[in-house]
């Protein structure tokens, strides 16, 4: 970032929304001199931007918003001017775009540079989304209420500089402190898309500057900021005291800074003071009554204290300025503590209600010094009761009286004073810390620093706390003018001017002032080298902190009081803000701070008392009645608690790499002859389009190339059709894969319903599926049994893996009519939805890309201090991702994966085995469970070297699960049958033995045993599951909810206690209590096989105490402590989202539970007798559910590892360049791409280019995809190269759009060319994918290259800055338009001595090398090879590309054609069948429905759309790395999506139910009439619908949740078939009549 200094402009920021709903954020920063272009995708909300100079990176915004609006305001809907983006959100069916419209300059100069703005104006841009995907009625209302987000007048930022630390931060303004950001998951999208910067850093507060001084005086301006705390957000009532995360309600950090403005290039002298702000560190609350009395004040009575000494802990670390000052060196004397002052202004009279705080606070700092947990820092209480002192004694003596106590602990804390120094040459005469970054050109000089901190507190940290901190201040204010030498004084100070008053005090010069002696008299003299100026009298007399020891009214005498007028102001101003953020209205008693100011002061308290009355009431209703909304709308501001608050959508929306990059490979067949090829079925721009296919055709096979590589997730069609809507297609199959070549089905006849025009549907996609998996596992082998079993409701027992593949790049989509040969089928736009990966981050030097490159070269190793080390578990292998993947070699698996959303790399874990040592413990935090995710050794006695073979072959894994089998089975295993534990535990050695559903059925089927035995399902009676499944849904709920306050809570500590209990705490098979020590004995029973775990193992055990019989416990007896979170759950029988609210809220010792002040039970560790039964299998279904999501996320990133590794090659992970090299390189690349190009595109770039078709490599070859890989990217010796066998290959590229293509540019070998292997080259060009349209530009023969050359021949020479690499460029006489370029090479034949020089060719020689026979070594390693063979290093296509236009609709005659087929109406209509009764069953998933004798032939039903929805969260946590899902690769929804099918039956003569068909259900928004036509009419008295598939993966909206015990199944009432399902029949309407209109159906 350049410095705020030399900006180049203001920034702006224009938001576009065209007529056809598309939405552009048009950016130019004042920071860089170009202008981005941010495409809010329609159909998902995914912001997209490439970096492509012309298409989203342009020279201007006027030249941008040309481009956007093609040059027409016409085309323009709306346009919204701002200055700055404060964050966006895709949520479902919306997105949210909030911007600044008007700013305030709240400090228009900082020292340094840099402005900081308050947000006067914003506005929230909502954008409706095309997803159709369910989502529930409370997630609509929640944006609804996140727009009405007040952000007006409370919320400024700066672009250029960090303010969220104290004056002058040490580190970038990209690298904020967490604490005090308020949009930092608002900003997220921008970061995914490598644009941090265009986001601005938000917090939250007040900041205003003013400038002071009299005449003749020195003028200075001071500044206020403060900075409120998002640890502990909420509103008065739901968020007092501690919270789980260590942080206290109301939490304000505030900041004043004085500073003397100077010249240009003068250094800037300033000095800065921090205090604190907020309520008692402690967990308590209020109960507001509805009574106008005052609120019940209330303390947690058990363990009130819990988290007090980390919130200290956090105060200390942040100003903790002991070394710092010891390294200035200055007059400041290091201290060996922090001191922590508290300032506590309640009332503690006898009879207060605030006098049990005041009780409580005083003995919670003596169990923290008890405890010795802070040994260097000093916490000390004053008390100081503001309201009884201004009452006994009056204001003036009041604030004496606090100046008294304040001024020990002010001086002794002390104030950080400095000076900017414009210059960096100037540092090497600084005697302090020296503090300097990119933000700004020069460079900060620190002569001291502030140690410690001192904090003020009343009930709400609002009124009295205001008026407190403020009279700190203003003699901190005062010191603060003395230091910069702004006098203060006025003419009628007495007694304090003489320096003779001082008590031999000398005061320090002030900054630029120097001390000399006359050489004649010998008295000193003073010179001010700031204005060139001499005196005789000292520039500061005053002794320091003076005016502590004055009275007030001594005070008011000697003190220019209008700089003290405008200081007040400012706190007037920032206690209204605070007051108005935390309550809803203005502060109170704030007519003190007008105290020195007689002529405002009287008039001020002539309407306190009324204005007093008038807030007080103002605050009760709002505390009352709109709280809990505010409250809703800070969670999800910050991003708190969205698994709860949306619970369906996506963290991480889809891709639509279809558009706009996207093209049809081969066109379209139309009945009109003016169309385009069938390009506008994949633009948005043409949504309205309805596409008429050919005359009676059959099919329509659509071959689609995807901008972009991804893992295609979903298919999206807009239904198109005239007034027939019969025309749509009846069903669709869809083949994918990497090249043209080989498409993979995955899916098949999925039915596609008749819905209105303009209607979306989903498809879910899956990869794909091996028919011998599907053959022994897997819901769709009983697709068409009479009598389907009942869904899955723990979880997917026999869960299908599909293959995943993040370089799908061909999509073949094939549409069928309902009736073969009726006539022409309609389509609507055409959309493939997927999941890519940050391809443009790892090619440039993005933050995400240099994350990656320095964990992959080990430079650095980010551990999270909270992560759990998984070394000690038996199932790491599943959790920590180790596996490997099949295709590469045997070194590939110590390559670490890599978390591509986030451009981070998980490093795998040494292989250690955990130290036992018999400890008591006694207790521990309730979130210290988080600590051990996964870490309990399951197998405890297990050799670990068992473990790691187990990682092997899939048949290995078989054997040792049948091993296992047998074991916990006995010696009858034939004929014994399992529990649900047993069968659990089982499942838990399937995935630590990592074998699929599939493979596990395999291995039980060779032996003779029926998966289905073994099934937990089956071995639970129903109502029991029912209550089970509830249960283990409000864990994850409560294990997200503490998760999600444990990593909050971690912001400023970064430390965390080991604890040997983890949250599950799952024994293996045959682990056993050893008895000793522990009491409880109740894993003491031996499994029906040999133990796997030897007495001796456990001898060593810890021991712990049970927090509930207080009996001493051993770790295979302790419950998991997720069974503290059930314990609380179950006794206060709360639903299964309660508990799930805000970070602590008016909740006091318990962040589970939103009601109970009660905390202490869920603390220590729990004993599995003192569990329900339930619990501990909830605990264990809980598990199981982690391990799947595991195992999910571990084939999505073994698919990531395959992706990079088919475009890098192994080479690449040894030698991508250090960071600073790869920006380095990342720059000289750019600058020898231009001259290889001359100028213009490089047109077959990975990955918006690739090929069309496979080619064959050797062995130890760089990847196929390198040859279109940027240039920077890879080794400079690694290259391509096909077999010695194969003499002639050829390369289809298809270009990443239509372009004008000039030539194409080889870049030769790192080996260079020989005779032997000088190949002849052949480019064809063309827009289809058939070679016989194809047109040839050139041939040209290397062999006489390499004959009149020698550059290119021998080994290349290691090449400097911005020298071109050997290559030689085909230049084609005229430019071709194309999309798709062939390349041809073949080997010359023995004895062929022909050369054919062509003049378009241009060569550039690098190297002197003399025509030679040379070894090639494969580029990546491995034996030296002589025989000849085809190789090339880069493949460039030069050109330019063509502006992208959507082509009109049909015109003319094809126009009117269109329009009369579409509009002709169909023969037959619809009409619905009457129903004699009807019957709902099993859950209301089965309706029956009897029809009359006479009813007319069946011809389908319609079906309703479902308001269900698919839950994100269904299990804990398994790390703190992974909050909701919000850092993982892929949804696991998308891993094995869930698929709804409806079986129809009907009674036949025989009086058997016989199935009629089975439709797979797309998803549509709720509602949405769906027509489904029987494959032929039927005539019955009976029809039954059953609904199948994935029903368990389903929800209602929370707050519809219907938790009556009576009910045996959990289904989703959404799922219901009641009043959703009509049958119908065909008919003439005019046959009918008027009956026509009164059965539509």
Request: charge should be negative.
């Given at each position: 970032m350049e410095s705020s200094a030399g900006c180049l402009r203001d920034t702006s920021v224009v938001v576009v929304t065209l007529e056809s709903n598309e939405v552009y954020i048009i950016v130019s920063l004042s920071t860089k001199a170009d202008t981005q272009v941010i495409y809010i995708d329609p159909t998902t909300g995914a912001l997209r931007y490439s970096a492509k100079q012309g298409y989203d990176v342009f020279k201007s915004q006027k030249e941008a918003l040309d481009y956007v609006t093609n040059h027409s305001k016409w085309l323009c809907k709306s346009t919204t001017y701002a200055s700055a983006i404060l964050g966006y959100a895709a949520l479902g069916s919306y997105a949210v775009l909030l911007v600044a419209t008007r700013l305030t300059a709240g400090i228009p100069n900082l020292p340094g540079g840099g402005c900081v703005y308050s947000v006067t104006e914003s506005q929230w841009i909502r954008v409706s989304l095309q997803n159709p995907q369910p989502q529930s009625k409370t997630e609509i209302k929640n944006v609804q209420e996140l727009t009405e987000f007040d952000v007006d007048g409370k919320h400024y930022f700066c672009e250029t500089r960090d303010i969220t630390r104290p004056f002058p931060s040490r580190m970038p303004v990209q690298n904020p402190d967490d604490e005090f950001v308020w949009n930092k998951w608002f900003s997220v999208p921008f970061k995914n898309i490598g644009l941090p910067q265009h986001c601005v850093i938000l917090l939250q507060g007040f900041v205003e500057s003013k400038i002071f001084g009299s005449l003749g005086q020195q003028e200075g301006v001071v500044a206020l900021t403060a900075r409120r705390s998002r640890l502990h957000p909420g509103t008065r009532y739901l968020a007092r005291g501690l919270n789980s995360c260590y942080s206290t309600g109301n939490e304000v950090e505030c900041e004043q800074l004085v500073w003397v403005p100077k010249r240009a290039g003068q250094s800037v002298p300033f000095s800065t003071y921090i205090w604190r702000r907020g309520t008692i560190p402690m967990w308590w609350g209020a109960e507001l009554k509805l009574t106008a009395a005052e609120a019940e004040i209330y303390v947690s009575d058990r363990d009130p204290y819990k988290g007090s000494a980390q919130y200290y802990q956090r105060l200390s670390q942040r100003y903790d300025a002991r070394n710092l000052d010891a390294a200035v060196g200055g007059n400041q004397k290091k201290s060996a503590l922090v001191p922590v002052v508290c300032v506590n202004l309640l009332r503690n009279g006898e009879g207060k209600s605030e006098c049990i705080l005041v009780q409580h606070f005083e003995e919670s700092l003596n169990y923290i010094r008890s405890t010795g947990k802070l040994p260097y820092t000093r916490i000390h209480l004053i008390n100081y009761d503001w309201h009884a002192s201004v009452k006994l004694k009056g204001e003036q003596q009041t604030i004496e009286g606090l100046?008294?106590?304040?001024?020990?602990?002010?001086?002794?804390?002390?104030?950080?004073?400095?000076?900017?120094?414009?210059?960096?040459?100037?540092?090497?005469?600084?005697?302090?810390?020296?503090?300097?970054?990119?933000?700004?050109?020069?460079?900060?000089?620190?002569?001291?620093?502030?140690?410690?901190?001192?904090?003020?507190?009343?009930?709400?940290?609002?009124?009295?706390?205001?008026?407190?901190?403020?009279?700190?201040?203003?003699?901190?204010?005062?010191?603060?003018?003395?230091?910069?030498?702004i006098s203060l004084d006025s003419n009628m100070a007495y007694g304090y001017q003489s320096p003779g008053n001082n008590a031999g005090y000398v005061a320090p010069l002030p900054p630029g002032w120097e001390k000399r002696s006359d050489a004649v008299t010998g008295k000193a003299y003073y010179i001010d080298h700031n204005t060139r100026t001499t005196t005789w009298s000292h520039p500061c007399p005053d002794k320091p902190w003076k005016r502590f020891d004055m009275t007030f009214e001594e005070f008011r005498r000697s003190t220019i009081l209008s700089p003290v007028s405008q200081l007040a102001d400012l706190f007037l101003a920032a206690g209204d803000i605070h007051a108005t953020l935390y309550t809803g209205s203005k502060a109170m008693h704030s007519q003190i701070l007008s105290i020195f100011n007689e002529e405002a002061g009287g008039k001020f308290k002539q309407f306190s008392a009324a204005q007093n009355m008038k807030i007080t009431l103002q605050r009760r209703y709002k505390n009352a009645v709109v709280d809990s909304s505010r409250q809703k709308q800070l969670q999800i501001f910050l991003g708190l608690r969205l698994f709860k608050h949306f619970p369906s959508a996506m963290i991480h929306p889809l891709h639509v790499p279809s558009r706009p990059f996207g093209c049809f490979l081969k066109p379209v067949p139309s009945m009109f002859t003016s169309s385009d090829g069938g390009a506008s079925l994949l633009s948005f721009k043409r949504k309205d389009l309805i596409w008429v296919s050919a005359h009676a055709a059959d099919v329509v096979e659509l071959f689609i190339y995807l901008g972009e590589p991804c893992h295609v997730s979903q298919l999206l069609l807009t239904v198109a059709h005239g007034a027939d809507d019969t025309t749509f297609p009846s069903t669709v199959d869809v083949r994918t894969g990497r090249y043209l070549d080989g498409l993979k089905l995955?899916?098949?006849?999925?039915?596609?319903?008749?819905?209105?025009?303009?209607?979306?549907?989903?498809?879910?996609?899956?990869?794909?599926?091996?028919?011998?998996?599907?053959?022994?596992?897997?819901?769709?082998?009983?697709?068409?049994?009479?009598?389907?079993?009942?869904?899955?409701?723990?979880?997917?027992?026999?869960?299908?893996?599909?293959?995943?593949?993040?370089?799908?790049?061909?999509?073949?989509?094939?549409?069928?009519?309902?009736v073969p040969g009726r006539g022409p089928m309609t389509l609507g736009e055409v959309e493939i939805l997927g999941v890519s990966l940050p391809w443009r981050s790892l090619f440039s030097h993005g933050d995400g890309a240099a994350r990656f490159i320095e964990h992959v070269n080990g430079q650095t190793k980010e551990i999270n201090p909270f992560l759990s080390e998984t070394n000690s578990n038996t199932l790491a292998a599943v959790v920590t991702n180790d596996r490997k993947p099949p295709s590469l070699q045997s070194e590939s698996s110590a390559i670490p994966l890599i978390d591509l959303l986030t451009g981070e790399v998980i490093l795998p874990d040494s292989n250690s085995q955990p130290v036992a040592e018999s400890v008591v413990h006694e207790g521990s935090d309730l979130l210290d469970f988080?600590?051990?995710?996964?870490?309990?050794?399951?197998?405890?006695?297990?050799?670990?070297?068992?473990?790691?073979?187990?990682?092997?072959?899939?048949?290995?894994?078989?054997?040792?699960?049948?091993?296992?089998?047998?074991?916990?089975?006995?010696?009858?295993?034939?004929?014994?049958?399992?529990?649900?534990?047993?069968?659990?535990?089982?499942?838990?050695?399937?995935?630590?033995?990592?074998?699929?559903?599939?493979?596990?059925?395999?291995?039980?089927?060779?032996?003779?045993?029926?998966?289905?035995?073994?099934?937990?399902?089956?071995?639970?009676?129903?109502?029991?599951?029912?209550?089970?499944?509830?249960?283990?849904?409000?864990?994850?709920?409560?294990?997200?909810?503490?998760?999600?306050?444990?990593?909050?809570?971690?912001?400023?500590?970064?430390?965390?206690?080991?604890?040997?209990?983890?949250?599950?705490?799952?024994?293996?098979?045959?682990?056993?209590?050893?008895?000793?020590?522990?009491?409880?004995?109740?894993?003491?029973?031996?499994?029906?096989?040999?133990?796997?775990?030897?007495?001796?193992?456990?001898?060593?055990?810890?021991?712990?105490?049970?927090?509930?019989?207080?009996?001493?416990?051993?770790?295979?007896?302790?419950?998991?402590?997720?069974?503290?979170?059930?314990?609380?759950y179950n006794s206060k029988e709360n639903s299964a989202y309660n508990g799930v609210t805000s970070q602590g809220g008016s909740v006091h010792g318990n962040s589970a539970d939103a009601s109970s002040n009660h905390s202490a039970t869920l603390d220590g560790v729990m004993c599995k007798s003192?569990?329900?039964?339930?619990?501990?299998?909830?605990?264990?279904?809980?598990?199981?559910?982690?391990?799947?999501?595991?195992?999910?996320?571990?084939?999505?990133?073994?698919?990531?590892?395959?992706?990079?590794?088919?475009?890098?090659?192994?080479?690449?992970?040894?030698?991508?360049?250090?960071?600073?090299?790869?920006?380095?390189?990342?720059?000289?690349?750019?600058?020898?791409?231009?001259?290889?190009?001359?100028?213009?595109?490089?047109?077959?770039?990975?990955?918006?280019?690739?090929?069309?078709?496979?080619?064959?490599?050797?062995?130890?070859?760089?990847?196929?995809?390198?040859?279109?890989?940027?240039?920077?990217?890879?080794?400079?010796?690694?290259?391509?190269?096909?077999?010695?066998?194969?003499?002639?290959?050829?390369?289809?590229?298809?270009?990443?759009?239509?372009?004008?293509?000039?030539?194409?540019?080889?870049?030769?070998?790192?080996?260079?060319?020989?005779?032997?292997?000088?190949?002849?080259?052949?480019?064809?060009?063309?827009?289809?994918?058939?070679?016989?349209?194809?047109?040839?530009?050139?041939?040209?023969?290397?062999?006489?290259?390499?004959?009149?050359?020698?550059?290119?021949?021998?080994?290349?020479?290691?090449?400097?800055?911005?020298?071109?690499?050997?290559?030689?460029?085909?230049?084609?006489?005229?430019?071709?338009?194309?999309?798709?370029?062939?390349?041809?090479?073949?080997?010359?034949?023995?004895?062929?001595?022909?050369?054919?020089?062509?003049?378009?060719?241009?060569?550039?020689?690098?190297?002197?090398?003399?025509?030679?026979?040379?070894d090639r070594r494969a580029s990546i390693g491995g034996e030296i090879n002589s025989d000849p063979c085809i190789h090339v290093k880069r493949i460039l296509v030069v050109g330019k590309s063509v502006g992208r236009e959507i082509v009109s609709s049909s015109q003319g005659s094809d126009q009117v054609n269109a329009k009369n087929w579409l509009e002709r109406a169909p023969p037959l209509n619809r009409f619905k069948i009457p129903i004699e009764v009807e019957r709902l069953i099993d859950n209301d998933l089965v309706l029956e429905q009897f029809l009359p004798p006479a009813s007319p032939m069946l011809a389908g039903f319609r079906l309703d759309g479902f308001s269900a929805i698919k839950h994100r969260v269904n299990h804990s946590p398994a790390s703190d790395v992974d909050i909701d899902g919000s850092n993982s690769l892929l949804d696991e929804r998308l891993t094995n999506p869930a698929v709804l099918y409806i079986q129809v039956s009907a009674l036949q003569e025989s009086h058997n139910m016989v199935t009629v068909a089975e439709y797979r259900l797309p998803e549509v928004k709720a509602n949405t009439p769906m027509y489904f036509d029987f494959p032929r009419q039927i005539s019955t008295r009976r029809v039954t619908f059953r609904l199948l598939g994935d029903i368990a993966a389903f929800s209602d909206d929370p707050s519809e949740q219907d938790d009556s015990e009576f009910k045996a199944y959990p289904w989703a009432a959404g799922l219901s078939l009641a009043n959703r399902v009509k049958l119908y029949y065909y008919a003439d309407p005019y046959e009918l009549g008027k009956w026509a209109s009164l059965s539509a159906v």
């Open positions: 100046w008294y106590l304040l001024k020990a602990p002010t001086v002794s804390i002390g104030i950080a004073e400095g000076d900017y120094l414009p210059t960096r040459e100037r540092i090497k005469n600084c005697k302090g810390e020296i503090i300097l970054n990119d933000d700004y050109d020069g460079a900060f000089c620190l002569r001291s620093h502030q140690n410690g901190v001192i904090r003020f507190n009343c009930a709400d940290s609002l009124d009295r706390t205001n008026a407190a901190s403020f009279f700190g201040a203003l003699q901190v204010f005062m010191e603060q003018c003395r230091r910069l030498g995955v899916l098949e006849g999925a039915s596609v319903p008749q819905c209105a025009n303009g209607t979306n549907i989903v498809i879910p996609l899956t990869g794909p599926t091996s028919p011998e998996d599907m053959a022994v596992t897997g819901a769709g082998a009983r697709l068409h049994a009479q009598q389907p079993s009942n869904p899955f409701m723990l979880y997917d027992f026999e869960e299908l893996e599909g293959e995943l593949d993040f370089l799908t790049r061909f999509v073949a989509v094939t549409f069928y009519p309902a988080l600590d051990d995710v996964v870490t309990q050794p399951v197998s405890g006695g297990m050799n670990q070297s068992k473990i790691v073979s187990s990682q092997g072959p899939s048949d290995n894994g078989s054997q040792q699960y049948i091993r296992l089998f047998k074991l916990l089975a006995g010696s009858d295993w034939q004929d014994r049958s399992l529990d649900f534990m047993e069968s659990m535990k089982l499942e838990i050695e399937r995935f630590r033995l990592n074998l699929s559903a599939a493979e596990r059925d395999r291995a039980l089927l060779s032996i003779g045993i029926d998966p289905a035995s073994i099934n937990p399902h089956m071995l639970l009676e129903d109502s029991y599951m029912g209550q089970l499944y509830k249960v283990a849904s409000s864990l994850a709920l409560l294990g997200q909810a503490s998760i999600e306050d444990k990593i909050t809570a971690s912001i400023g500590l970064g430390t965390s206690d080991k604890k040997s209990v983890d949250f599950w705490n799952i024994t293996a098979i045959g682990e056993r209590c050893s008895g000793g020590a522990c009491q409880v004995l109740a894993e003491t029973g031996q499994a029906a096989g040999a133990s796997l775990t030897s007495s001796s193992s456990m001898t060593s055990e810890s021991i712990f105490v049970c927090t509930e019989c207080r009996r001493k416990v051993c770790r295979v007896c302790s419950a998991g402590k997720g069974a503290h979170l059930l314990a609380s003192c569990c329900n039964e339930v619990v501990l299998d909830a605990l264990i279904l809980d598990y199981v559910r982690v391990l799947i999501s595991q195992r999910r996320r571990t084939r999505a990133g073994d698919a990531a590892e395959k992706a990079l590794f088919h475009v890098f090659g192994l080479s690449s992970r040894n030698l991508i360049p250090e960071r600073d090299e790869f920006l380095k390189s990342q720059g000289t690349a750019t600058k020898v791409l231009e001259k290889l190009t001359d100028g213009e595109e490089s047109l077959a770039e990975f990955p918006f280019a690739s090929f069309l078709h496979p080619v064959e490599t050797a062995a130890g070859s760089a990847p196929l995809l390198s040859l279109v890989a940027p240039l920077n990217s890879g080794s400079q010796e690694s290259y391509w190269r096909a077999p010695p066998s194969i003499s002639s290959v050829e390369f289809v590229i298809v270009l990443s759009d239509i372009s004008d293509v000039s030539g194409v540019v080889l870049l030769v070998s790192p080996c260079g060319y020989s005779m032997s292997d000088a190949p002849t080259i052949q480019i064809w060009a063309s827009n289809k994918v058939d070679k016989e349209e194809r047109t040839c530009t050139g041939k040209w023969d290397m062999q006489s290259l390499v004959t009149s050359s020698s550059e290119l021949c021998g080994r290349e020479k290691s090449l400097q800055d911005g020298k071109l690499p050997r290559h030689v460029k085909f230049a084609f006489r005229n430019p071709v338009r194309c999309r798709i370029i062939w390349v041809t090479m073949r080997l010359p034949r023995l004895g062929s001595n022909s050369v054919n020089i062509e003049r378009d060719f241009n060569l550039f020689s690098m190297d002197e090398n003399p025509f030679a026979q040379i």
